[in-house]
């Protein structure tokens, strides 16, 4: 029985390291030594200990929903996963039962489970992609992927199983002018697919310390990037589209100035998702008026589907999307004060496009 460490959120602010004894697979389930688990921006909410959100944690909680593992153990019965002792698989973070009445008419399961969000009085407490070693229950989509990309790149598939779902829904297609808010990592993968359903032209907006960030989308292919502390977003987007303004607006950033400013950055009959959480309550500013007079369609983000994971994982495996650029700095659990300093954006001069950690 090895020692297995966890990264785990208290609930207020703090965090710490904690050990286990290596878990037996559950009937049905699995047992994953976790490669590597990307760090998001929703963790940060989580330590500080929002219960507000779809998910709502518990706490203590091992974090981490972004997660590639490799399967350690399967659980007796556990055929329906269709893996394999030695599989490196991507974890589809929603386990749903699949037989409720609401998972069969689409909507959220009544038993659902939310890994990274489960707190660590749920036995046996490894929940999340923040421990060496995580188990699965029975129902969990879990999806093979290839041994030709990192472990520590292999974990977008997660925010880009998310930005494909969003990207379909939005209804981007070959041609249209695209504005995306918001340059994390969450709003790179939403480029990322934007750039593979073909857009004409891709513009991508932050803030003055975004500086890396801005850098990265001109990487990826962005026509332009605008820091919004400098230039007027609403003048230079009408300048870089020939005065047509955006087909259609993402709005991925977290904070809520972009929601009323998205309204003038989209043309007539344009659309406008807004995903990710605000956790600030209303939006000031926010005139229906303007929908309904342009008749501006809003839309909502909201996580992934079975399809748009599978989605993600295929093109990160065909090398449409580069993990390279969208990687960032990668940690291993000795560090993960510092990890979480950089994902919060608390250290002096430093920033990263993404934080990922790496267990070995
Ligand atoms: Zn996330
Ligand atoms: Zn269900």
């Not at 593992?69 to 749903?96: H, K, P, Q, W, Y």
Request: proline share 4%.
């Amino acid at each position: 029985m090895g020692s297995i460490r966890a990264g785990v959120f208290l609930g207020d602010g703090s965090h710490d390291i904690r050990e286990w004894s290596s878990p037996d697979p559950p009937d049905g389930g699995a047992l994953l030594q976790v490669e590597a688990c990307g760090l998001c921006c929703s963790d940060l909410a989580q330590l500080e200990g929002d219960t507000a959100s779809v998910a709502s944690s518990s706490y203590p909680v091992v974090p981490g929903h972004e997660v590639v593992g490799r399967v350690a153990a399967l659980g007796r019965g556990s055929d329906a996963l269709a893996i394999r002792e030695g599989d490196r698989v991507c974890v589809n973070t929603v386990r749903r039962c699949g037989i409720c009445g609401p998972c069969r008419s689409g909507r959220w399961c009544e038993d659902i489970v939310v890994y990274g969000y489960m707190p660590i009085s749920r036995n046996p407490g490894l929940w999340g992609g923040y421990g060496e070693q995580m188990v699965v229950e029975s129902n969990t989509h879990l999806i093979r992927a290839t041994e030709s990309v990192s472990a520590e790149e292999m974990t977008l598939f997660e925010p880009l199983a998310n930005a494909v779902n969003w990207v379909e829904k939005a209804g981007v297609r070959p041609g249209m002018r695209v504005v995306i808010q918001g340059p994390g990592h969450q709003g790179l993968c939403v480029q990322s697919a934007v750039h593979a359903a073909g857009a004409l032209q891709v513009i991508v907006t932050g803030k003055a310390n975004d500086g890396l960030r801005l850098e990265t989308a001109r990487l990826l292919g962005a026509h332009a990037t605008i820091d919004v502390d400098v230039e007027d977003p609403v003048e230079r987007v009408r300048e870089l589209t020939d005065g047509q303004m955006a087909d259609i607006v993402f709005d991925i950033a977290t904070g809520a100035e972009t929601v009323p400013l998205a309204l003038r950055l989209v043309r007539q009959w344009g659309r406008i998702l807004v995903a990710g959480y605000k956790h600030s309550g209303p939006i000031a500013g926010f005139e229906t008026d303007v929908l309904v007079d342009s008749g501006i369609d809003l839309l909502s983000g909201t996580g992934s589907t079975h399809e748009s994971m599978e989605t993600a994982v295929s093109l990160i495996e065909s090398g449409k999307v580069d993990t390279k650029a969208l990687l960032g700095e990668v940690f291993t659990l000795e560090r993960f004060d510092e990890a979480v300093g950089l994902l919060a954006r608390r250290l002096p001069d430093r920033d990263a496009v993404r934080v990922v950690l790496q267990h070995r």
